[in-house]
């Protein structure tokens, strides 16, 4: 293969896998729309992309190693899902999705406690500047408290918590248990969004159930939906595989751009200049992790010690977002 093209493939990878988590949240209003509630709507693609995985990889079953950081991470992924998709359904799309990235702030906290990583100042001003962006976005002169405004908003900003959590329990896990596969872990995080969005519609009025004659609408959405987000997942991590995580993290930010643009075109949405403002915040506190991050790789320093053939570092389990 050209090595150009070789090293272009994994970088168009990582900018669909962008491009359908910033075009996801109109068909889940679609099936809001037909009577499917945002938990259902949520529990039955996750269902559905979860049960893809399995059968379409059903021999990497065998690399499962269950521990308790399974629970985990399937119990975060669930609030990462449930977040999103309720907050993007009920709520200003933008606004919601900023929250969501709001995650320099949790990660560092989460990754203190859970990774033993030390705080740092360049760790702590960048989670001060994204905190700076959402208060930016989030004041309002008749309030005059920067909190999100409602339920949907503070959805957003649960699910970009559990993002995070999300994010630091998977570089946990490659380090308990190296020999599980990319797509147990995929199953892991689709099924626990699904089993949490299940238990979540008990408690969330449901509304008119879609019409006899909608039916198979429904299940064409839910079930295409659930198909294309596994699939997404899976081509995201093998552009994840061959591109470094601080130039992956920022050619994410590029879902951040098909959101603004799907959002106007779809809904009307368009971003005011707080907004427009606090979102650059954020954007640049997303980027600075990235580069921060990069400086703090280890590297190997000299040692009085006989000579030995060198060998390739292991690579790195790279984190995978379940979005929806």
């Known amino acids: 293969m050209n090595p150009r093209l070789q090293n272009t493939l994994p970088t168009l990878a990582i900018m669909l896998g962008a491009s359908v988590w910033g075009l996801v949240w109109y068909p889940m209003r679609m099936l809001a729309a037909l009577g499917l509630s945002g938990t259902a709507a ?8 979860c049960l893809f995985v399995l059968v379409l990889r059903r021999h990497a079953i065998r690399s499962i190693s269950w521990h308790w950081l399974l629970v985990a991470l399937a119990l975060a992924a669930g609030v990462t899902n449930i977040g999103f998709v309720w907050g993007a359904i009920h709520g200003q799309v933008m606004r919601v999705l900023l929250l969501f990235y709001l995650t320099p702030a949790w990660t560092a906290l989460f990754a203190h406690f859970i990774l033993h990583e030390r705080l740092t100042k360049p760790g702590v001003a960048l989670a001060a500047l994204s905190l700076a962006g959402a208060m930016t976005m989030l004041w309002s002169p008749e309030l005059g408290v920067p909190l999100p405004a409602n339920l949907a908003e503070w959805a957003g900003l649960m699910g970009g918590m559990g993002f995070a959590m999300s994010n630091v329990l998977i570089v946990k896990i490659s380090r308990v248990l190296p020999g599980m596969k990319a797509e147990m872990r995929t199953a892991t995080i689709f099924g626990g969004a699904a089993l949490v969005a299940t238990f979540a519609t008990l408690f969330e009025s449901m509304p008119t159930p879609p019409a006899a004659s909608q039916m198979g609408m429904v299940v064409f959405i839910v079930i295409g939906l659930g198909v294309v987000l596994a699939s997404n997942n899976i081509l995201v991590q093998v552009g994840l595989a061959k591109v470094p995580a601080n130039r992956a993290s920022i050619i994410m930010l590029f879902e951040l751009v098909v959101t603004a643009l799907s959002a106007w075109l779809f809904a009307g949405e368009v971003p005011g200049p707080r907004e427009w403002a ?34 390739a570092p292991a690579g790195k389990k790279k984190s995978t977002r379940a979005m929806v």
Request: aromatic share 2%; with cysteine.
């Open 42 to 49: 949520s529990a039955t693609t996750s269902a559905a992309a």
């Open 278 to 311: 606090g979102g650059a915040c954020i954007v640049v506190a997303c980027v600075l992790s990235s580069w921060v991050h990069r400086l703090k790789e280890p590297r190997e320093e000299p040692r009085d010690e006989p000579a030995e053939p060198l060998k």
